[in-house]
């Protein structure tokens, strides 16, 4: 982990979260770490699923008859861990649908379905 992030780990979260720009790519950085080291340990596919059993148990079940949709997403974190996804999405009895890591390819073929370009 140590290539991924500096020694001086408070300060350097600290800064990083909430002083420097682009916090996001900061965060990034955990998940390029937990990809790289997936295959090696439980524990980190263990951290993936419950993240991702996080996101279905405190939003995705509040919406009214979640189950009859199907579950799409947008992102380099869905689309990397796609794997794990669908076995969250099944384990909430979803159908999965598209992954998408970047919004600009599906945003394009539905404005093209649609004819509004």
Not at 77 to 105: R, T
């Amino acid at each position: 982990m140590f290539k991924y992030l500096n020694f001086n780990l408070a300060d350097e979260l600290i800064d990083q979260l909430y002083i420097k720009p682009s916090a996001n790519r900061f965060c990034a950085k955990f998940s390029r770490f937990v990809g790289d080291n997936l295959q090696r340990n439980e524990y980190y596919r263990k951290i993936v699923y419950d993240s991702f059993y996080d996101l279905f148990n405190n939003i995705i079940v509040h919406y009214p008859r979640y189950r009859n949709y199907t579950f799409n997403c947008v992102g380099s974190i869905a689309y990397h861990f796609q794997p794990i996804l669908e076995d969250v999405v099944s384990d909430y009895g979803m159908k999965m649908g598209k992954i998408e890591k970047e919004p600009m390819k599906g945003l394009v073929e539905f404005h093209l379905k649609n004819n509004r370009l």
